[in-house]
């Protein structure tokens, strides 16, 4: 787990319990969000995005929130795993403008047994 | 698996070494990228490439060199870097600007740490 940053907010939850993991993004021009999820030792991997078209979108236990008005994406995990231990990041990106994500610093999930 | 692969997983080098980050995709995207994971700073990104045309140098130094022969492929060439450079270099791949979904896909990232 060394590949992310030492002072990263962290997240402990019960096993079982919801989370949400918060993200302000930074370009009110972005219309294309994704969260990644960043194991010990592998490189991040896509969970779920989402377009400004949409302010809700689901996935299999997952749910992403975007409000625009105040910049801010958020990640709810239902029912959560010890497997879901790991650091989350979002990503923003602008389609058909430019294809350069730009991610934030990321949230470190810790699932508590 | 990703599509993207990486090698070496694993690289330490001297400051006067010169070597290579080799990445991979086999997934048929046009655009590739390197970004650099350290402790004390999110994702950033070094490098884009789009139909082997570098498009970004995100203000990178001249010590990171970066290739791309063909859409597949990416190479970072290393040379006279410093300890500072120590991080975790991700590559990326995505179909590109143009079409619907364009999420990156990542490599397991090359650890490199400069001694």
């Known amino acids: 787990g060394e590949s992310v940053g030492l002072h990263l907010p962290t997240l402990s939850v019960q096993e079982g319990d919801n989370s949400i993991i918060n993200c302000a993004y930074s370009?009110?021009?972005?219309?294309?969000f994704i969260w990644y999820k960043q194991e010990s030792g592998k490189g991040p991997q896509f969970i779920i995005d989402?377009?400004?078209?949409?302010d809700k979108r689901q996935g299999q236990r997952v749910t992403v929130l975007l409000n625009k008005t105040v910049k801010h994406l958020s990640l709810q995990i239902a029912a959560t795993q010890p497997g879901d231990s790991a650091v989350y990041f979002c990503?923003?990106?602008?389609?058909?403008?430019?294809?350069?994500?730009?991610f934030g610093p990321g949230t470190r999930l810790s699932v508590l047994p | 698996e990703t599509g993207v692969t990486q090698t070496p997983r694993h690289l330490v080098m001297g400051m006067t070494n010169k070597k290579s980050l080799k990445c991979e995709q086999h997934?048929?995207?046009?655009?590739m990228y390197w970004y650099k994971q350290s402790a004390k700073k999110p994702l950033e990104l070094m490098f884009v490439y789009n139909f082997k045309e570098q498009t970004e140098n995100n203000s990178v130094p001249s010590r990171f060199s970066p290739e791309c022969p063909n859409s597949s492929h990416l190479f970072l060439h290393l040379h006279t870097l410093q300890p500072e450079d120590s991080a975790l270099y991700l590559c990326?791949?995505?179909?590109?600007?143009?079409?619907?979904?364009?999420?990156?896909?990542f490599g397991q990232g090359t650890r490199l740490t400069v001694v």
């Open positions: 990326a791949s995505s179909q590109g600007r143009i079409v619907e979904d364009t999420e990156a896909f």
């Open positions: 997934l048929g995207h046009n655009a």
């Open positions: 990503a923003e990106n602008i389609l058909l403008g430019g294809q350069n994500f730009v």
């Open positions: 370009n009110s021009a972005s219309d294309y």
């Open positions: 989402i377009r400004s078209n949409m």
